[in-house]
């Protein structure tokens, strides 16, 4: 009998756990644009004030700003030295956990792909630390908004718009 990845082991509940990344990631992006003065509808406001009452960690309590939700999601990370191959462990309004057995360096800009097959979705992220324990490595990966803005125009369009299905 063969041992198997989590990648390779049939997952249950993944599109709930996707929805769980989504709406971490959402989080994120509307959270850096509110801290830049970028003007969010009344939709994206109320969104965000929704999230943050279910994401945001109690300082007197936790040492962390952002609560992590255990997720279990294989995922592939893209960077210019190519693609390598990981599993997100949890995620946060301010991005993920991920191991994997390759290294990828700090500083590193790397495109998540993550999610079963079919429903996979795309999310662009920095390599803020690593840390190894035997042959699995930890990346901590900070959500990046950069290639998943839009123009904002004068009649208010919202800012977030729905993260398409990675190819």
């Not at 991005?95 to 360096?105: L, N, Q």
């Not at 079963?116 to 324990?133: D, H, K, L, Q, S």
């Not at 950069?146 to 729905?162: K, Q």
Request: hydrophobic share 35%; charged share 25%; with cysteine.
């Amino acid at each position: 009998m063969t041992m198997t990845s989590p990648m390779d082991r049939p997952r249950h509940g993944d599109a709930g756990q996707l929805n769980v990344v989504k709406s971490c990631h959402d989080y994120a992006l509307l959270n850096m644009h509110d801290q830049v003065g970028l003007r969010l509808t009344p939709a994206e406001r109320r969104m965000l004030r929704g999230l943050k009452r279910l994401l945001e960690g109690d300082p007197a309590r936790h040492r962390r700003h952002h609560r992590r939700l255990p997720i279990m999601l294989p995922v592939v990370l893209r960077t210019r030295d190519g693609e390598r191959r990981g599993t997100a462990v949890n995620v946060s309004g301010g991005g993920m956990y991920v191991m994997s057995p390759e290294d990828i360096p700090e500083g590193s800009t790397v495109d998540l792909v993550i999610g079963p097959p079919r429903e996979r979705y795309r999310f662009t992220g920095v390599v803020m630390w690593t840390r190894r324990r035997g042959e699995i490595l930890g990346l901590g990966i900070r959500f990046s908004a950069v290639p998943l803005l839009r123009s904002i125009t004068p009649r208010g369009n919202p800012i977030v718009t729905n993260i398409s299905p990675a190819a």
